[in-house]
């Protein structure tokens, strides 16, 4: 009823409100947590925590307790915290998100406590590669901005971000302003311009898929662990299940609460699900599948304090990751304005000023910050009476369901999630293997670069000459591995060599490809052809005596070139579906393409000497494309959001004229394309039916010079 | 979203004008200016609107000051008001007068920046502008409860307490023995800091809202305490502190030795023209006076000083200047006007042989923290001298002073002489004897004029609630 003698509330749903909706990060938390990293006292710290530790019920985990199981220890019979550091990893935000100077302060202080940071999406400085500022977990997300060889053997730990809990099934957005020359760099785009990361994967529609993409990751990079962020949610068990046996050495349950500043308020209330709920679905089904002792299982999402973690030990993760409290411990002070670049504390804003006079952070205070939720871990298991954190992992029967405060809370059946299902004691708790080793061990690969590998190590070139069938997978990416590991992305630029193939490829073909290899296949090649190739070149021509039309035929798979950053592809023949989706940099010739072809892509060139499908050009924010429409549709399939078309106009456009023309000279010259020399023979006649297709941002005339520059 | 989001950067902070020291000595008159809606506007404007208004967070009576902030630069000056007056009974003097340094400018988080928002002159120009245009608390749909409360002290805390229940349907007389309602705001604050005319605007306010005024009645002597448990449904002591505390030392009945509170409040009704017996007024023109004491009521001291003329005036302090309890701002504000402060000094004894000619003092160094977290002096031995003066106030603040019939009523108290109220069996703010609640200075000690409205916001709820409606 409304009673005009009470104001009408505030709320605080969103915006913490004093006697509002309670908030886990409010000012409370957050004072006591920056005076506690600040000042390097444990005792600051024990306030924290127990602001924290004695909430109200906010989350599930609040109505569970962890009894003893035996009499408490002295503490100094407790393993050390130097053993439980390296369990925790600092969750991935982007730099792009954090400024350099946030995002660096937290690599330092992850790798001197012996733990591990996070790269985000987004790409990394070479500059910190081999250093203390180095991420050693690189994130592969669905944008791949940055993502090439020598980014993923620069890491220790290679996460593919399927989704974020806070807000799963959404993709991401940077806002153009955050765009700086260097973000941009590292993006391979433009500065100023909004990057999009799409929701999906691009190369991800099945399980089987997923597996492909580890594949890749463990070709690119052997020594790796690769590792699966999900989100919490009904059913993530199974998904985990799947993920073991797609080859995962970790999983991460990411839950509803690592809600970012910057999520959109759509996304800040009901979206996602509680880690504890797909934590324990998790360990429970792979339990029950005895694949358990494969995988290492992390959970993260809201995780504050020592007891989070001994909680979330108990419901089977061995492995914990932390976003906001590490933030906060470098000043952030849970202001929700990330997106608008105007972070007053430097933490997530790209602007300069803000950065250097406003960042108060250091490495130490981060680590303050870790050394006490170890240290409080330390004692809480001296008061369970257990000594080593592996003693409690899984061990739900030490979990007891609370009353809570209310009679709702009281209705709550948490049985399901402190159960052990019945499954039997002898099922591990954790992990046991060092690496869970796919099925293919890549022996083409491995012969290709035991060939191959003293002329890449006296950086001599050579041309090479092998068969491949389509069970031989991501031919290329193991090659590159090894050269970017030795010479970076564009080291063996000026020592080529040519790796001549004939059959049929497998799936990634090229993948991860680098300067210095060129790869020239005689036959056709299954999806994911030059995925995340950074230099270097990909041919592919139908054998020779083929008789059929190039034009008319599908020569490579879906997915091609999807996060390429350079390089270049030339295919005598269509390309499927999704063709240079989020291409950031590498120029291409195809005679034909998909529907969805340069989705999201940044920069770049793609000539399309054929009938391209719908869709084309969603998202596109860079980078441009010439599409030879000769049934004069193209208008009508083209996405009409970003991008414009406009014809090539002979007088006043010649640098066009001129660039396309050599492109598909060169086209001709690698594929000998039949179809590329038809065009040329009568190039008068079908330049006016090709069309320019560029971001409306862009600006016609300085298309070519851009690419260029970019290059 | 029209806003800048670097506002903050492009557009400094910046306060109202103040006068410049060498004038606004020779009156009483506040020394800020007002902003005008432009300045308001875009002040206001450089609001981050943090999803943890920290702001917020730390006022006592927790403002919606984010709200209200993002209305002034929409220019919804009718609607700032009636927000801020949702949480706060007193804005437009809490905008003059709170220690802002020390709450929600302090906790905003421009403070670490290039400087915090200027709240306080935001609140401050909300309602002087509002009133000024016509505004006033909108009552009309309230419906009177027939219920009354009996208020003693017309205080903050007894203010603040009208103003809720009058919102509530809950009609109050307010009484108090002096002849000007706002306790301490009009007798010991001085009016450089707050002008008078602002608590008697208040004052037609509350009278517009239905709230009764008795003054000059003093409970217990020309009225007795009984008789408003007979009158009232409830009852409201909102009565302060007024115990002087003493420095302890030899020398401190010395003529020319004055307590803080009586001097300044003989100094109110000189400027206010009214006169109270038992408070003399004390005259330094011409005089060198010392000052002991580092709070807020000894910086109204020294520049009430300055403002009678004195030659010199020294303020005294055991700590030193990063440990003075009182207000940055009005630290800053007294040394302008010539004030010279003297840090780590202990007062050991007032010198002099039939009035006062000196204070000797001993350094001091601060030693380990206390149980209050504040560090302790020491003094440091052997360095003792003698600071020769002509006056000397002390002004180290007021401990409770209990009315005598307190226990009659079962008006409970805790060992310091502080009213007791509250705890599991109680509303908040209920005394032991249920129909009695207390507020303010009275129950916490001498605090701020926030705090003592947040209790008498908060009493007047419990009431309420007891009442039954
Ligand atoms: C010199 C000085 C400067 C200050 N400066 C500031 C400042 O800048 N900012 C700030 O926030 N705070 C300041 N304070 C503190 C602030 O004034 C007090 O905390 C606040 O006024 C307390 O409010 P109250 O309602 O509890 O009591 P009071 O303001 O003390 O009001 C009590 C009232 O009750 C009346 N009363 C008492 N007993 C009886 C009785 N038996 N019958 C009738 N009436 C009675 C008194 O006459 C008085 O009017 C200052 C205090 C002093 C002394």
């Known amino acids: 009823m409304w009673e005009p003698r009470e104001p009408v509330r505030q709320g605080g749903l969103i915006r913490y409100v004093h006697d509002g909706e309670y908030h886990c990060y409010n000012p409370d938390v957050i004072a006591a947590l920056q005076t506690a990293v600040r000042s390097g006292d444990y005792a600051h710290y024990e306030r924290y925590a127990s602001l924290v530790n004695q909430r109200p019920i ?595 456009m010649e640098a066009h004229l001129h660039h396309l023309r050599s492109l598909i000279e060169e086209h001709v010259r690698h594929t000998g394309s039949a179809w590329g020399n038809e065009l040329l023979d009568d190039f008068r006649t079908y330049l006016p039916k090709f069309w320019v297709v560029k971001p409306k941002v862009a600006d016609l005339d300085s298309l070519i010079e851009s690419l260029r520059a970019a290059a | 979203m029209s806003k800048h989001p670097l506002q903050f950067l492009e557009v400094p902070r910046r306060d109202p004008e103040k006068d410049a020291a060498d004038v606004r000595i020779l009156h009483y008159d506040e020394i800020y200016g007002s902003f005008d809606a432009a300045d308001a506007g875009s002040q206001a404007g450089r609001c981050l609107d943090c999803g943890n208004p920290y702001c917020e967070w730390k006022c006592p009576v927790h403002n919606y000051i984010p709200d209200w902030l993002k209305l002034i630069e929409e220019g919804d000056l009718f609607q700032a008001a009636e927000l801020s007056h949702q949480t706060n009974s007193l804005p437009e003097i809490c905008g003059r007068i709170c220690p802002q340094d020390r709450l929600c400018e302090g906790a905003c988080t421009l403070d670490d920046a290039n400087g915090a928002v200027s709240i306080g002159s935001i609140e401050k120009y909300i309602t002087d502008e509002a009133l000024k245009l016509g505004w006033r608390p909108d009552l009309s749909r309230i419906v009177d409860t027939g219920k009354r409360v009996g208020i003693v002290g017309a205080g903050p805390a007894g203010l603040a307490a009208a103003d809720v229940l009058a919102r509530k349907g809950i009609r109050s007389v307010v009484f108090d023995a002096h002849g000007e309602i706002g306790g301490l705001l009009t007798y010991g604050i001085p009016s450089f800091k707050l002008e008078k005319k602002v608590v008697r605007t208040r004052r037609e306010i509350l009278q517009g809202m239905g709230v009764e005024f008795v003054l000059n009645t003093h409970i217990g002597e020309n009225k007795s305490f009984l008789s408003l448990l007979d009158e009232f449904d409830a009852v409201f002591l909102g009565m302060g502190t007024y115990n002087y505390i003493k420095g302890g030392f030899p020398g401190e009945n010395l003529p020319g030795v004055h307590e803080a509170l009586p001097y300044l409040i003989a100094n109110n009704c000189r400027e206010l023209n009214a006169s109270l017996p038992p408070f003399p007024y004390v005259d330094l023109a011409d005089k060198r006076v010392i000052v002991l004491g580092g709070g807020d009521t000894g910086m109204d001291c020294v520049r009430t000083a300055i403002r009678q003329g004195a030659s010199s005036v020294s303020c005294v302090y055991r700590r030193d200047e990063a440990n003075m309890p009182g207000s940055r701002r009005e630290v800053e504000n007294s040394k302008e006007e010539g004030v010279r402060f003297l840090f780590n000094q202990q007062p050991l004894e007032i010198i002099g042989r039939d009035r006062v000619s000196g204070v000797k003092v001993i350094q001091t160094r601060l030693g380990s923290a206390g149980t209050d977290g504040r560090r302790r002096p020491e003094n440091v031995v052997g360095t003792e001298k003698i600071l020769p003066t002509d006056a000397v106030i002390v002004a180290f603040g007021f401990s409770a002073s209990p009315a005598n019939w307190f226990a009659d009523f079962d008006i409970g108290l805790r060992s310091n002489g502080l009213v007791k109220v509250g705890g599991s069996d109680r509303l908040p703010l209920q005394t032991m004897n249920p129909m009695i609640f207390a507020g303010g200075d009275m129950v916490r000690g001498s605090d701020l004029v926030v705090t003592a409205v947040f209790e008498g916001r908060e009493a007047a709820a419990s009431i309420a609630q007891y009442l039954g409606v």
């Not at chain 1, 899984?394 to 209705?411: A, K, Y």
């Not at chain 1, 023949?573 to 120029?587: C, K, L």
């Open chain 1, 58 to 652: 906010a989350t599930l985990r609040d109505l569970l307790r962890a009894n003893p199981v035996g009499p408490a220890v002295p503490l100094d019979e407790v393993e050390p915290i130097e053993n439980i550091l390296p369990r925790f990893d600092s969750a991935g935000m982007s730099l792009g998100a954090l400024s350099p100077e946030a995002h660096e302060a937290l690599a330092i202080a992850m790798n001197r406590l012996g733990a591990r940071s996070n790269s985000g999406e987004g790409g990394e400085d070479p500059a910190r590669y081999n250093s203390e500022r180095v991420s050693k977990i690189k994130q592969v997300a669905s944008g791949r901005f940055g993502v090439t060889a020598e980014y993923l053997v620069n890491a220790e730990v290679i996460q593919i971000k399927i989704a974020q809990g806070a807000k799963p099934g959404e993709g991401g957005q940077l806002p153009g302003h955050k765009v700086t020359e260097m973000i941009a760099k590292l993006r391979y785009a433009k500065p100023g311009v909004a990057l999009i990361s799409p929701p999906p994967h691009h190369d991800i529609y099945s399980i089987e898929d997923l597996a492909q993409l580890i594949f890749d990751l463990k070709q690119v990079n052997p020594a790796a662990l690769v590792s699966v962020k999900l989100v919490s949610e009904p059913g993530v068990g199974t998904i985990a299940a799947g993920v073991v046996k797609a080859y995962a050495d970790l999983i991460t349950i990411s839950g509803y609460d690592g809600g970012t500043g910057a999520s959109p308020l759509t996304s800040v209330k009901y979206a996602g699900s509680p880690w504890e709920l797909g934590l324990s679905e998790a360990h429970q089904v792979l339990r029950a599948n005895d694949l358990r002792h494969k995988v290492r299982l992390q959970t993260d999402g809201g995780l504050k304090t020592g007891l989070d973690v001994i909680k979330a030990a108990i419901l089977g993760a061995e492995s914990y990751g932390f976003g906001t409290g590490p933030m906060v411990a470098l000043g952030c002070k849970y202001l929700r304005i990330c997106h608008l670049n105007n972070c007053a504390t430097g933490v997530a804003t790209q602007n300069d000023l803000l950065r250097s006079d406003y960042f108060i952070g250091l490495p130490e205070m981060v680590m303050h910050y870790f050394r006490f939720v170890a240290e409080e871990v330390r004692i809480l298991m001296a008061e369970l009476g257990v000594r080593k954190l592996e003693d409690i992992i899984g061990r739900v029967s030490m979990m007891e369901q609370l009353p809570g405060e209310t009679r709702r809370h009281g209705r709550l059946d948490l049985q399901a999630i402190i159960s052990d299902c019945g499954i039997d004691d002898s099922q591990a708790q954790f992990c046991s293997d060092p690496h869970n080793n796919p099925f293919d061990k890549g022996e083409l690969a491995e012969t290709i670069l035991e060939e191959v590998l003293p002329a890449i190590e006296a950086k001599r070139g050579g041309e090479f000459r092998f068969d491949i069938r389509n069970d031989n997978r991501s031919i290329g990416a193991r090659l590159s591995g090894e050269i970017a590991r030795r010479y970076g992305n564009h080291g063996m630029a000026d020592a080529p060599m040519t790796i001549r193939l004939f059959g049929t490829a497998g799936q990634s073909f090229g993948a991860w490809n680098v300067a210095g290899v060129n790869l020239e296949l005689e036959g056709d090649a299954n999806d994911y052809v030059g995925k995340g190739m950074a230099a270097g070149r990909i041919v592919i021509k139908p054998p020779t005596g083929s008789r059929f039309e190039t034009k008319d035929a599908v020569i490579i798979g879906n997915t091609c070139l999807y996060g390429a950053t350079g390089g270049q592809l030339f295919a005598a023949g269509q390309a499927g579906e999704r063709f240079a989706v989020r291409n950031s940099g590498a120029t291409t010739v195809v005679e034909g393409a998909g529907d969805h072809c340069c989705e999201y892509m940044t920069e770049g060139c793609v000539v399309v000497l054929g009938r391209s499908g719908i869709n084309f050009g969603a998202g596109m924010t860079g980078g441009f494309a010439y599409v030879l429409d000769l049934d004069r549709a193209f208008v009508d399939r083209y996405h009409h959001g970003l991008i414009d078309i406009h014809r090539i106009n002979p007088e006043s």
